[in-house]
């Protein structure tokens, strides 16, 4: 069996059956996404973000048996990184780490009038000014849009923030307001 063409769903069956490598599988689908998510959601802070992905792989495997199917796995398993750096930040009494955000693809958040947005995400001052504005938002907006740059739907971020959707949109919206005008001025 080739484990590269199972959905989650399958191999997070197949690994409860007894097929350790329908985990390797799913470790490898998405040990960068969750590594990246990690990294930004502590920046600077290397070791931590090291911790906390190691932490995050064992919780996984804690709680697979407990995995509901109509979750997608990503979504699952970032609520559970998150968790742990919410519960790190609580305990360590810091908070999160200030720094740059360097996300690849938001044309949608500079885009407006007259803005050429793949011409302009291709200029490496708008992505220096980008990532400053970005890392300036407030921790909940900043965390939707990482969430977001990883695929995640609202409502599943709007679990992992243990908050409604109206919220987590209302997070995204003021963002990308706040995006907007700063990048304006800077233009």
């Excluded at 063409?5 to 690994?15: I, K």
């Excluded at 969750?34 to 931590?48: K, T």
């Amino acid at each position: 069996m080739d484990e590269r063409n199972l959905s989650d769903r399958e191999l997070v069956g197949a690994y409860l059956g007894g097929d350790a490598r329908a985990f390797d599988q799913l470790y490898e689908r998405y040990r960068r996404p969750l590594y990246g998510y990690l990294n930004q959601l502590v920046p600077g802070r290397a070791a931590l973000a090291d911790d906390l992905f190691q932490q995050t792989w064992v919780k996984v495997l804690d709680a697979l048996p407990r995995y509901q199917e109509q979750q997608k796995f990503i979504g699952w398993m970032f609520r559970i990184a998150h968790n742990l750096a919410m519960d790190n930040f609580r305990t360590s009494g810091t908070g999160r780490g200030e720094g740059d955000v360097a996300l690849e693809e938001i044309e949608e958040v500079i885009a407006h009038e007259g803005m050429d947005a793949a011409e302009l995400v291709a200029d490496g001052e708008l992505r220096a000014a980008l990532a400053e504005v970005i890392g300036r938002l407030g921790p909940e907006q900043k965390e939707v849009l990482l969430l977001r740059q990883q695929g995640i739907p609202f409502k599943e971020i709007a679990e992992i923030q243990k908050t409604s959707i109206n919220t987590v949109l209302g997070r995204m919206h003021y963002a990308v307001q706040n995006i907007r005008k700063e990048l304006r001025e800077w233009l």
